[in-house]
């Protein structure tokens, strides 16, 4: 990254914070107390799938700024924009829906921002005696990073952010601190979503991974017959994946209508009807003409992490066809644990009942 003359660079990401999200922040250090500004524009927007640290590189311009002094420069954002979020499970379409949203030209799309993860970790942490942050310190940083994901541009009718899925763990404390937002959360049932990470060309690592922390979210105050990590199978691995997000999604669903649950399977058979729905629920305007060129256009037939790669009509049922054949044996023991679990707690009886239907 090139901070130039580090005086200089933070002078001027200063200045526009308060005016335009060409000042993001793009990561937020706790222990330090610092918030790392970087340049930005629309055109780099658009482009970025995920606005973490793949978004820097030599060219990068940026500064370490002190949290206080972000803080101050986000209380001074005037002409904010409606803020909307998605939250999902993972691996369901939440890119895909990211980017047939920025094909509005309404909308501002932040696409996995790096600090709501950070925000995420230490809202688990709150209360303990671990925590970095009081409880006022997380909702001054909450405030600030709200503040500032809602300024746009002079096109931008509405900025929509699209969270790491485990993040969707925050969403009814993000709802809470903005009431004017609503969200989308993009699920799947529990089949296609096991075939769906099982099929993927990581997944062992990804499952493994991402398996501490979904066990001890899945414990949290529960009794449950849970076999440690190490004696899961890679289908109970996944299953656990699907289950936990599931609860915070049932979680997320207690704003009522703020939230619109879209099944992605019911999303991918009507493009454009899935996509007007979306519209409708965070009050922005389109014609049928527009969804049904969007839902035509180049955007569903390319990989939606990737766009510079193909993914022509009938890739993702072939590609769930054959995880189907490979990990028949792994699906059916990660749906047989799901229903073990089921039988032990009602919430997720009824969460498990819900995604075998």
Avoid: C
Avoid at 124 to 147: I, K, N, T
Avoid at 189 to 204: D, I, R
Avoid at 306 to 315: K, N, T, Y
């Amino acid at each position: 990254m090139n901070a130039g003359t580090p005086g200089a660079a933070m002078s001027d990401l200063k200045a526009l914070l308060p005016a335009s999200p060409d000042a993001y922040p793009q990561a937020v250090d706790l222990v330090r107390g610092l918030v790392l500004i970087v340049r930005m524009d629309a055109r780099a927007y658009r482009a970025a799938s995920f606005l973490d640290d793949r978004i820097l590189g030599p060219a990068t311009q940026g500064a370490w700024m002190p949290g206080p002094a972000v803080t101050q420069a986000a209380r001074q954002v005037i002409d904010g924009k409606p803020l909307h979020f998605i939250f999902h499970t993972g691996h369901v379409g939440s890119t895909l829906l990211s980017r047939l949203l920025d094909e509005t030209g309404g909308v501002l799309g932040l696409r996995e921002p790096l600090p709501l993860r950070t925000l995420a970790d230490a809202y688990d942490a709150l209360g303990s005696p671990e925590s970095l942050l009081a409880e006022p310190q997380f909702d001054s940083l909450l405030d600030m990073l709200l503040r500032l994901w809602g300024r746009g541009y002079s096109s931008t009718r509405a900025v929509v952010v699209k969270a790491t899925s485990s993040a969707g763990r925050l969403a009814g404390r993000l709802l809470a601190a903005s009431p004017a937002s609503r969200a989308v959360y993009l699920h799947l049932k529990a089949e296609p979503y096991l075939a769906t990470l099982l099929g993927g060309a990581n997944s062992a690592i990804d499952l493994r991974g991402h398996g501490p922390g979904r066990m001890r979210r899945l414990l949290a105050g529960r009794n449950l017959p849970a076999a440690p990590l190490s004696a899961l199978s890679p289908g109970e691995l996944a299953a656990l994946g699907w289950l936990v997000e599931g609860l915070a999604r049932v979680d997320a669903e207690a704003a009522g209508e703020r939230v619109h649950t879209v099944d992605f399977d019911a999303f991918v058979a009507d493009v454009a009807g899935g996509l007007g729905r979306v519209l409708a629920h965070f009050g922005l305007p389109f014609d049928e003409a527009l969804l049904r060129a969007i839902a035509d256009g180049p955007v569903p037939r390319r990989y939606s992490k990737a766009p510079d790669l193909p993914f022509p009509p009938g890739e993702r049922a072939a590609r769930l066809a054959g995880s189907r054949r490979e990990n028949r044996e792994e699906i059916a023991s990660g749906l047989a644990w799901l229903e073990r679990l089921a039988r032990a707690d009602r919430g997720i009886a009824a969460i498990v009942e819900a995604g075998m239907a």
